[in-house]
């Protein structure tokens, strides 16, 4: 696998901010394909960690802190699913993206969904996790959903979540929730003249079986698979299996529906650099919270650079 290269840069529309992680390697600087990637309701694009430089080895990624997110300014704005999708299309028109393909993750469905909804234009879109269900449309389900999911995820995800979220902050939190709660997935998703690939956990809760069951029915034209042993968080800990999906997927080779196990979709454990090297890891991690908190986009993207090499190190042993 090849080194990939970062980059972090803000994208400014309408008096609020998006940060874009630029990631890529020299054989996909100049690909003609891209991947976006839009995490859920009060995360960022470290949840991508792991799936952003294996699809890299493929394509440029454009991996997005949204407004209010990883320590972005909150907006004044209605933080409503139609206000963070003018925000990726932003992106889009900055970076000259005209056919990426979308990859959004649990509330990053419902933006993704929206803009494919806009723009008939783009032609793929994977779909992580979606989130809610139309039997379970309450907050203290929710909750409930996400905390049975949780009791299968790593540890080191949940300390990323919660980190995340304290980043977000409560109230920009349950200012954003609402509009999560009240966005009907399935009915936007008969706008959508894309091919989409539905993806979940075996162990999601937040997003059953039933539920993509219905989403296949509303859509145009969707495939669905399944990952043994993952749960809501399945991007990060079974990175590698959505990645083959994905690009199976775009490669017209992968069947219509499926399940994967989960040793082929796991992680592999590091090959290289033991407690040190997962010390150094974590202390970039913990740098880049500290920055974005303080809002020093320098120092955010020097700590994103450095876990990137530090990553790299661990599963090849290579130098960069």
């Given at each position: 696998m090849?080194p ?22 020299e054989?996909s ?12 309701i ?8 792991l799936l952003?430089?294996t699809l890299?080895q ?10 209010g997110?990883a320590?972005?300014?909150a ?28 990859i959004g ?13 806009r ?11 979606p ?5 379970e ?12 999911s949780s ?8 300390l ?5 979220y304290?980043l977000c902050?409560?109230?920009y939190?349950?200012r954003?929730l ?9 009915d ?8 989409v690939l ?14 993509h069951?219905?989403?296949v029915r ?5 495939w ?14 079974n ?14 080779d992968l ?8 040793e082929?979709?796991?992680v ?19 740098q880049?919270w ?7 986009e ?10 990137a090499a ?10 960069r």
């Open positions: 090849e990939a290269d970062i980059d972090v840069e803000t994208v400014e529309f309408d008096g609020v901010r998006t940060r874009v992680t630029r990631v890529q390697t054989r600087a100049h690909a003609d394909r891209a991947f976006v990637l839009i995490a859920g009060g995360v960022a694009a470290t949840y991508f960690d952003a430089p890299a493929e394509a440029r990624v454009f991996a997005l802190d949204l407004p997110f320590g972005q300014r907006p004044r704005a209605d933080p409503s699913v139609s206000f963070f999708a003018d925000q990726v299309e932003a992106v889009l028109d900055r970076f000259d993206l005209g056919d990426p393909v979308l993750h649990s509330f990053g469905t419902q933006i993704a969904t929206e803009v494919l909804a723009r008939p234009g783009i032609r793929h879109a994977v779909l992580i996790g989130v809610v269900n139309d039997r449309r309450s907050m203290p389900l929710q909750a409930i959903r996400f905390a049975q009791l299968f995820e790593p540890f080191r995800l949940v990323l979540a919660v980190s995340a304290l902050g409560f109230a939190f349950l954003v609402p509009h999560m709660m009240q966005y009907r997935l399935a936007r998703l008969r706008d959508v003249s894309a091919q539905l993806i979940r956990g075996a162990r999601d809760f937040s997003s059953p079986r039933y539920y069951s219905a989403l509303a859509a145009r034209d969707a669905r698979w399944e990952i043994h042993g993952a749960a809501h968080s399945v991007i990060n800990g990175a590698i299996g959505v990645a083959k999906l994905t690009t199976a997927f775009l490669a017209g069947a219509r529906r499926g399940q994967m196990s989960a082929e979709a796991r592999p454990d590091p090959a290289h650099g033991g407690i040190a090297l997962a010390w150094r890891a974590a202390r970039y991690r913990v880049e500290f920055s974005a908190k303080e809002g020093d320098v120092g955010v993207e020097h700590a994103k650079e450095s876990h530090v990553m790299w190190r661990a599963f090849t042993g290579g130098r």
